[in-house]
């Protein structure tokens, strides 16, 4: 059984570029958040994913979207990019309860390392 | 808004017990969780805890929450040099929202 994969591991882009991160959740999951970890900090929520919707946001900017495919798939797309865009994207997969409360695990994948110079 | 503190960094020697502590201010909080983030790899999650327990035991790792104080811990027994890597605390209201803290980073001396 496959985990959570992302793509690509790692990405050098430009100042003002734009980048597409992908992520593939767990077998049998519905739900895809998406992180933000810069060096030495703790991870930060960019938004969720559900039914190809997005369900909820962080605290980040129009700059950053995401997409859901209906194989539950995610992409996370990052326009203008800033030197502080620079960090390591998390994907996370879970599953969405019946009754649409909170689970109790969301699963990690590796990441994708992104650096903008 | 959510905010979720830890110590930066804790030394223990093998075979000793680690307990890396944790303060959130979520009242709302449904679901706290332990994270271990090895160099270079994602989040691997090591336990968690719901909101209306005490405590929470699972093999070497025991989880104690004082929901009154919003105090979380985290006791590793019989530390292991494998058990060295960043631990973050976090925690979930609705919608599977996780904030985290900043990550306490384990130093386990042979």
């Known amino acids: 059984d496959a985990g959570v994969t992302q793509s690509p591991t790692h990405l050098i882009k430009t100042r003002g570029q734009q980048v597409t991160l992908r992520c593939s959740p767990k077998?049998?999951?519905?739900?895809v958040s998406w992180y933000q970890q810069a060096l030495g900090q703790g991870p930060q929520f960019i938004f969720q994913y559900y039914e190809e919707e997005e369900r909820q946001r962080g605290n980040f900017p129009d700059r950053f979207s995401g997409h859901q495919f209906p194989n539950y798939s995610s992409e996370l797309n990052v326009n203008a990019l800033l030197l502080g865009d620079s960090a390591l994207y998390l994907c996370?997969?879970?599953?969405?309860?019946?009754?649409?409360?909170?689970?109790?695990?969301?699963?990690f994948g590796p990441g994708t390392r992104l650096t903008v110079l | 808004g959510e905010d979720v503190e830890q110590s930066l960094f804790l030394s223990v020697r093998e075979g000793d017990s680690s307990v890396i502590n944790c303060t959130y201010t979520?009242?709302?909080?449904?679901?706290l969780y332990w994270y271990k983030q090895e160099p270079g790899a994602g989040l691997q999650l090591l336990t968690y805890?719901?909101?209306?327990?005490d405590m929470k035991q699972d093999q070497r790792l025991t989880v104690l929450l004082n929901k009154k104080d919003k105090h979380l811990s985290l006791r590793i027994a019989d530390t292991q040099t494998g058990d060295s890597a960043i631990y973050f605390c976090a925690d979930s209201g609705g919608y599977q929202k996780v904030t985290f803290g900043t990550g306490t980073k384990l130093q386990v001396i042979p």
């Open positions: 805890i719901f909101s209306n327990m």
């Open positions: 979520d009242s709302s909080s449904t679901y």
């Open positions: 996370a997969s879970s599953l969405l309860a019946p009754t649409g409360g909170p689970t109790d695990t969301q699963y």
């Open positions: 077998s049998g999951h519905d739900t």
